[in-house]
């Protein structure tokens, strides 16, 4: 530990409500306060945001994360400022005098994190601000956008290596998800990082559990999915605009709450689409890829592809929006050889054969993943160069159902003899198709150039239908007996040493059955076993204070911390405090209507004793002290709306969200308490010195002026 290192665990409770770190976060943050350039490599749900966001916490300065996603930013601050971080953002989003106004707080030092786009931080003002601003740390989220062979190249990244000239003696940390190889040293020399201090976590999500299904009628079985999850939100990723928009269509129509989520949608519809999601009005999104990288809700419990996605990275990072509050969330995955062939004609239009090359191999891999009898989980290790450390992971359906196998020498030696017999005759190799039209005897214009008709193996294979050769050959492609190359404008197929053997030698071949369609299973490790009943009432308060807020629902609590507070019964602040994610500001704002839900249900119902190894069984309610500062009773609701109207005019003076003003639960302290001073307004719960001053003359203006008229009213 570096001499006069900040004690961190104390502001980890205060500001984020955790009692300790995950894997990595703590030696990325002490390396980063002692001025070293980190390079960190953390997946979805890993904590990656906290190694920048605590820092800014330990001393003076101002953090500035550079982040490509505009609603990521808003989320992102909105959660900070609600645990009583000094955060903002700057981008496009904001009105001109908005955007003012917090140049002046910067300017006058009042924020310790800034959020900015790429595009923006450049501007040569901008830059010349942060040259006065007192920077101390550079984040660059999404790092792998800088980078030409990560899965989402964004050119004004390459601007970001000037931060490096302009700030020598800044330390720079760069953060991803998702990353092979040679992204990650592209990252480190594309920002000029001075030997940097090189975390890389595990990509294991072990609360995620991954099935691939056979898709037949889709519709009918996402419907079927998501009737047996009646009260979980989710993503269901589509290949096409239209997609998203028929599929959220019949959703709605079968009484499931969606909306559509594509590139083709105004910016006011994408908002207004992605706030509904994040506040819990709307169940489930039907997105394009264009969606999800900046949602940070933390309770996504399934994302479902209703279409194959492109590559494993894009599929990695998609399915990594589930389960980021670690409880057990599922990921679906529909395939057909259809949309396979759809794939490949979209490829096959490129103009460059480099990236047809790249590409297919692309889609190779997610096919070989799609199609695998082998454990999903260490199929999606393995691509990041990660080694599973279980055979059985006990998390994906390959695990948990092992397919069966089936002796296929026949099928096998009609397609390796098939491949030899070409290769005999032409003198060179073709691709999957052209095999395949030979096994099946297609009469077709290529059949007929090369004289393929001639073939003793022409038309053998008329007992299985095109896609099913497919998938036979992919399947022996896996198995080490057929190699696939690249030729100018496809892949071509040849025999292996060990596929001649096949032929040659009469050797016994055992195939996997294709995946199937069963209902995905109900069980789910992981879960925090709890009072249901209890948990919805939670779920109902919570909705309520982020409604008053005006606020996502997560941002209030997350669903790992009403889970834990279903299953302890705390009966005191002390006991709240103990829940993870429950923050010194959390406890002060929302600890006695928490604690008031929960007495009120004990009193209504048996505590339950659950069936969880971990717990011990609910701790006994230590009771409720009820005081001026606490009580949640009778106030004036005429005052209360009067003062609401006062809050209103103030927040569109300033062009704020009226919950920045004074929450919902200190204009009702107000009505109860009357204060007539900006000493006694400062001692209201939630409102504080610095608002008492910036607002009291109003309020107090408004509460004089009621009191005036209800004394000559009744007099």
């Known amino acids: 530990m570096e001499p006069n290192a900040p004690p961190l665990l104390p502001l980890l409770k205060q500001y984020f409500g955790f009692r300790s770190f995950r894997p990595l976060q703590e030696e990325i943050i002490r390396d980063a306060l002692a001025g070293r350039d980190v390079f ?3 997946p979805t749900g890993g904590g990656k945001s906290l190694c920048f966001q605590l820092p800014a916490m330990t001393r003076d300065g101002l953090t500035v994360v550079v982040s490509p996603l505009i609603a990521l930013m808003k989320d992102q601050v909105d959660a900070l400022q609600a645990s009583g971080v000094p955060a903002t953002f700057l981008n496009s989003s904001l009105p001109a005098g908005e955007a003012r106004a917090r140049l002046r707080g910067l300017h006058q030092g009042e924020y ?3 959020y900015a786009a790429p595009e923006r931080l450049m501007l040569s003002g901008v830059m010349s601000d942060l040259q006065r601003w007192n920077v101390n740390l550079l984040a660059i989220d999404e790092a792998h956008c800088i980078s030409e062979w990560g899965h989402d190249f964004r050119p004004e990244y390459r601007q970001l290596a000037g931060l490096r000239q302009l700030f020598p003696k800044v330390p720079m940390m760069a953060l991803t998800a998702t990353a092979t190889d040679r992204v990650r040293q592209d990252i480190v020399a594309l920002l000029q990082l001075r030997e940097p201090c090189c975390y890389v976590a595990s990509f294991n999500r072990p609360n995620l559990t991954y099935r691939v299904f056979a898709k037949n009628k889709p519709y009918e079985q996402l419907l079927d999915f998501l009737r047996k999850r009646p009260r979980e939100s989710g993503i269901v990723y589509c290949q096409s605009r239209k997609s998203t928009e028929s599929v959220a269509e019949r959703l709605n129509e079968a009484g499931v709450k969606a909306r559509p989520y594509h590139a083709g949608l105004t910016p006011r519809e994408r908002s207004e689409h992605q706030d509904l999601f994040l506040r819990d009005e709307v169940r489930v999104v039907c997105a394009t ?3 999800g990288m900046g949602i940070n809700k933390p309770n996504v419990r399934f994302v479902v592809h209703y279409d194959l996605p492109k590559n494993i990275e894009g599929y990695y990072q998609e399915t990594g929006r589930a389960g980021r509050d670690g409880l057990p969330s599922e990921c679906v995955l529909l395939f057909s050889a259809g949309d396979v ?9 490129k103009p460059s054969a480099k990236e047809r090359n790249i590409a297919h191999e692309q889609l190779r891999q997610m096919v070989h993943y799609a199609e695998s009898a082998g454990c999903r989980r260490g199929e999606l290790l393995g691509y990041f160069g990660e080694t599973s450390a279980e055979d059985n992971c006990g998390g994906c359906d390959n695990c948990l159902s092992p397919r069966d196998t089936y002796d296929g020498t026949l099928a096998a ?5 098939c491949l030899y017999r070409i290769r005999q005759q032409s003198g060179f190799e073709f691709g999957m198709n052209q095999i395949v039209e030979v096994l ?9 150039k090369w004289g393929h008709e001639k073939l003793s193996t022409y038309g053998i294979g008329n007992e299985h239908s095109r896609p099913e050769w497919k998938a036979i050959g992919r399947e022996l492609i896996r198995l080490g007996l057929v190699r696939q190359a690249p030729a100018e404008k496809f892949q071509v197929l040849g025999l292996t040493e060990e596929g001649l053997a096949v032929i040659k030698q009469r050797k016994p071949v055992k195939l996997t059955l294709p995946v199937s369609a069963p209902a995905p299973a109900e069980h789910r ?7 249901e009943l209890l948990f919805e009432r939670l779920v109902r308060l919570r909705k309520q204070l982020a409604d008053e807020r005006a606020v996502p629902p997560h941002i209030v609590f997350s669903d790992v911390s009403l889970r834990q507070m279903a299953r302890d019964y705390p009966g005191s602040e002390r006991d709240l405090a103990r829940i993870s994610g429950m923050s010194a500001r959390k406890l002060q704002e929302f600890g006695p209507v928490v604690l008031a839900v929960i007495v009120g249900h004990l009193e209504t119902q048996p505590r339950q004793i659950f069936a969880d190894a971990s717990f011990e069984g609910p701790r006994k309610p230590t009771g409720m002290r009820r005081s001026a500062a606490t009580d949640d009773g009778p106030y004036d609701e005429d005052l209360f709306e009067q003062l609401r109207a006062v809050r209103r005019k103030l927040a569109e003076e300033r062009n704020l969200p009226a919950y920045i003003i004074l929450h919902d639960s200190a204009l009702r302290h107000l009505a109860r308490a009357y204060p007539q001073t900006e000493e006694e307004l400062a001692q209201i719960p939630h409102v504080g010195a610095k608002k008492a001053a910036d607002f009291g003359e109003q309020f107090l203006a408004a509460i004089t002026e009621h009191t005036r008229t209800r004394r000559q009213s009744s007099g």
């Open 413 to 417: 030696q009609k397609f390796l003899s």
């Open 112 to 114: 310790r994190l800034l």
């Open 525 to 531: 490790t992981g879960e925090i076993a709890c009072d």
């Open 289 to 291: 890829i264009a969606f």
């Open 341 to 349: 062939m759809k794939q490949t004609r979209f490829i096959d239009e």
């Open 40 to 42: 960190a490599l953390l």
């Open 440 to 448: 099946t005897g297609a009469e077709t214009e290529s059949i007929r």
